[in-house]
C-alpha cells in the first residue's frame, strides 16, 4: 500500500469536547478581546464570551430545547452565532448550520431531515424562515434580536451550566453541516466532538498559527471552512475574530488593515480581486506575510498573481466537510505553488484507481483517499451513502483524483464527482436537475460546470423542453423561487435530445464539448 503521511509528528488525541477546548484556549486570556463585530464594533472579552455561553447554555437545557434534539441555527457571521453555537455544544445538543440564504424549499428539507424542531433565525429572513417551518409540526423559532411576537435568544439565558453536559466524544454529532453528493439532495455529515478538536489542532499546527493572530471573518460559519478554521480555531488557539456577515472587499481590506491582520483566510474567487481590483491599492496591506486559500483548488497563474500584489506567501489546502474539513495544507515555511500542501499530523493519504481500489505507483494520478481521526462519523439517516464514500478500513474517498509528488506535495488535477465549485459553494448537478424535470414544459435537463474565473465554476443547463415558447429568462425566474443564489443557472442551452449512456447516465464530457 503506497501510503503518505508528514514527517511532523502525531499530535495527542485530546478527551476534550469542542468547548471545553475553545474555553481552554481562553483560560490564560479572559481579560482580553477574543470577538470583534465587524459591523457595529461590539467587543467581547474571553470572560465574557465564556460567560454568555454558560448562561445561554443552562438556560437551553432549562427549557428543554436541547436535550435530544437538534437545534437549527440559520444566520450570518456574528459573535452570537460563536456563543449560541458553543451554549448547545456545551449543553450536550446538536447543531444543524443553514445557509442564510436558502429558500423556504431548502429549509424545510434540512429541518426536516435532520430532525431540528428548534430554529435560531435573524429578523432579516424570518418571513423565509417560517414559510419553511409551515409544514414542520412543533417546530419552534427564535430570533438573534428583537421582533414583536417572536421569541428572542436574548430572553432564553438562564443560569449557567457550569460544566459540559457528558457526551460520547466519539459518536455524539455536535454538528450537522450539510454537504452537496453527486446525486440527490443535501446529505447531513454527522461530525462528533473528537472531529472537529483533532482537526483545530491539525490546522494550528500545519499552518504555524501563531497566538495573537486577527482575522476578518467573513467566510460563513455556517460552512465547515468557516466553522473549524475562523471560528473554532482562533477562539481556542489564541486568535481574535472579527466577524462579517458577509463579503464586501472594502470592508474586508480595512479591517485587514486597521486590525494588522498577518493573514487572510479566503476562497479563489477573493484571491481573483486581490490580483485584480483597484481597490487594494488604497490600504495598507504590509503586515499580510500569508493568504491562504481553500475550498476549491486555484490555479499556478492566480496564486501568483496574489503573492507579487501583496509581496506575501499565498498558499493553499485541501478539505472537505466529511473531513472537518482539512486533510492538507502548505506550510509557510515550504511553499509550493499550485499544492493543496501536506498531509496534516494524524493524517494518511493514498492516490488509488478507482476502478480496482489498488494503490497508483508514486506520482501518478487517481483518487485520493484520506485517513484520520478527522474523518467523519458518516452520513445522517444514509447507511448506503457512507458506505459508498468509507471504506470498512476507515478509508474516505474523496472524489478528487490528485497526484502527490516526491517530496508528499499534493496537487488537485480533476474531479470524479460530478460536483460544480462555484466561490467555495457545492451545487450537485442532480439537485438542480431534479428542478428542471419539475417543470412541467421540460422534457429533459442536465446541468454541467463551466470554468469562470471570477466564480471557479458556474452551473450550466442543457433543456429539452416541451413548449418550444418556453425562453431562458422564464427558466432561470422557475429556478430562483425555489433555490439558493450559488445553486443558480447561469446559461440555458435548448437542445433536443440530452446524451446519455445506455444505462441511462447523463454524458456529461459530451454537453461539455458543446461548450468549447
Given at each position: 500500500m503506497g501510503l503518505y503521511q508528514t514527517a511532523a509528528d502525531d499530535l495527542p488525541i485530546s478527551n476534550l469536547s469542542i468547548t471545553q477546548r475553545v474555553f481552554a484556549g481562553l483560560a490564560d486570556r479572559l481579560d482580553d478581546i477574543v470577538l470583534i463585530d465587524g459591523v457595529d464594533g461590539r467587543r467581547f472579552t474571553a470572560s465574557t464570551f465564556i460567560d454568555q455561553v454558560k448562561r445561554l447554555a443552562g438556560g437551553l437545557l432549562a427549557q428543554g430545547l436541547i436535550k435530544d434534539k437538534t437545534v437549527a441555527l440559520m444566520a450570518p457571521n456574528s459573535p452570537e452565532y460563536c456563543l449560541i453555537f458553543h451554549a448547545v455544544a456545551w449543553a450536550g445538543g446538536t447543531i444543524t448550520t443553514l445557509n442564510p440564504t436558502y429558500t423556504s424549499n431548502e429549509i424545510?428539507?434540512?429541518?426536516?431531515?435532520?430532525?431540528?424542531?428548534?430554529?435560531?433565525?435573524?429578523?432579516?429572513?424570518?418571513?423565509?424562515?417560517?414559510?419553511?417551518?409551515?409544514?414542520?409540526?412543533?417546530?419552534?423559532?427564535?430570533?438573534?434580536?428583537?421582533?414583536?411576537?417572536?421569541?428572542?435568544?436574548?430572553?432564553?439565558?438562564?443560569?449557567?451550566?457550569e460544566q459540559q453536559v457528558i457526551v460520547d466524544l466519539?459518536?455524539?454529532?455536535?454538528?450537522?453541516?450539510?454537504?452537496?453528493g453527486t446525486t440527490g439532495l443535501p446529505k447531513g455529515v454527522c461530525l462528533s466532538h473528537r472531529n472537529l478538536v483533532i482537526n483545530v489542532d491539525q490546522i494550528a499546527t500545519a499552518a504555524e498559527f501563531k497566538q495573537g493572530e486577527t482575522a476578518a471573518a467573513f467566510l460563513p460559519f455556517f460552512h465547515i471552512y468557516g466553522m473549524t478554521v475562523m471560528m473554532n480555531m482562533h477562539l481556542a488557539c489564541g486568535g481574535v475574530l472579527v466577524t462579517m456577515p458577509r463579503f464586501d472587499l472594502e470592508v474586508f481590506l480595512r479591517l485587514c488593515q486597521d486590525h494588522k491582520s498577518r493573514r487572510m483566510w479566503i476562497v479563489p474567487p477573493v484571491a481573483l480581486a486581490l490580483a485584480k481590483h483597484p481597490l487594494v491599492d488604497k490600504f495598507d496591506l504590509s503586515e499580510i506575510d500569508?493568504?491562504?486559500?481553500?475550498?476549491?483548488?486555484?490555479?499556478?497563474?492566480?496564486?501568483?498573481?496574489?503573492?507579487?500584489?501583496?509581496?506575501?506567501?499565498?498558499?493553499?489546502?485541501?478539505?472537505?466537510?466529511?473531513?472537518?474539513?482539512?486533510?492538507?495544507?502548505?506550510?509557510?515555511?515550504?511553499?509550493?505553488?499550485?499544492?493543496?500542501?501536506?498531509?496534516?499530523?494524524?493524517?494518511?493519504?493514498r492516490i488509488v484507481n478507482p476502478d480496482n481500489g489498488k494503490d497508483?505507483?508514486?506520482?501518478?494520478?487517481?483518487?485520493?483517499?484520506?485517513?484520520?481521526?478527522?474523518?467523519?462519523?458518516?452520513?445522517?439517516?444514509?447507511?448506503?451513502?457512507?458506505?459508498?464514500?468509507?471504506?470498512?478500513?476507515?478509508?474516505?474517498?474523496?472524489?478528487?483524483?490528485?497526484?502527490?509528488?516526491?517530496?508528499?506535495?499534493?496537487?488537485?488535477?480533476d474531479r470524479l464527482k460530478e460536483l460544480i465549485k462555484y466561490k467555495g459553494f457545492q451545487v450537485a448537478p442532480a439537485e438542480l436537475e431534479a428542478i428542471l424535470l419539475a417543470h412541467p414544459k421540460i422534457r429533459d435537463a442536465a446541468v454541467i460546470g463551466k470554468l469562470d474565473d471570477e466564480a471557479g465554476e458556474v452551473p450550466i443547463a442543457f433543456v429539452v423542453t416541451i413548449d418550444p415558447?418556453?425562453?431562458?429568462?422564464?427558466?432561470?425566474?422557475?429556478?430562483?423561487?425555489?433555490?439558493?443564489?450559488?445553486?443558480?443557472?447561469?446559461?440555458?442551452?435548448?437542445?433536443?435530445?440530452?446524451?446519455?449512456?445506455?444505462?441511462?447516465?447523463?454524458?456529461?464530457?459530451l454537453l461539455r464539448r458543446r461548450l468549447t
Open positions: 424545510h428539507h434540512q429541518l426536516q431531515d435532520s430532525g431540528a424542531d428548534f430554529l435560531i433565525t435573524i429578523p432579516e429572513i424570518l418571513k423565509t424562515a417560517q414559510e419553511g417551518i409551515a409544514l414542520l409540526k412543533d417546530t419552534q423559532i427564535c430570533v438573534i434580536g428583537e421582533v414583536s411576537g417572536i421569541s428572542s435568544i436574548s430572553k432564553l439565558y438562564g443560569a449557567p451550566l466519539d459518536k455524539h454529532s455536535v454538528v450537522i453541516p450539510y454537504s452537496s500569508q493568504v491562504f486559500s481553500g475550498a476549491a483548488p486555484m490555479g499556478h497563474a492566480l496564486s501568483d498573481a496574489v503573492a507579487r500584489r501583496l509581496d506575501c506567501e499565498m498558499l493553499q489546502g485541501f478539505g472537505m466537510t466529511e473531513l472537518s474539513p482539512v486533510s492538507h495544507v502548505t506550510p509557510l515555511s515550504g511553499p509550493r505553488s499550485g499544492s493543496s500542501g501536506l498531509a496534516v499530523p494524524n493524517t494518511q493519504c497508483i505507483v508514486p506520482g501518478g494520478e487517481g483518487e485520493l483517499w484520506i485517513k484520520g481521526p478527522q474523518v467523519m462519523i458518516g452520513y445522517l439517516n444514509n447507511e448506503k451513502a457512507t458506505q459508498d464514500t468509507l471504506n470498512n478500513d476507515g478509508w474516505l474517498k474523496t472524489g478528487d483524483v490528485a497526484i502527490i509528488d516526491k517530496d508528499g506535495y499534493m496537487f488537485i488535477v415558447a418556453l425562453n431562458e429568462t422564464q427558466i432561470k425566474d422557475y429556478m430562483a423561487s425555489t433555490l439558493a443564489h450559488y445553486k443558480q443557472i447561469h446559461k440555458v442551452h435548448f437542445i433536443d435530445e440530452i446524451p446519455k449512456s445506455p444505462s441511462g447516465k447523463i454524458l456529461r464530457r
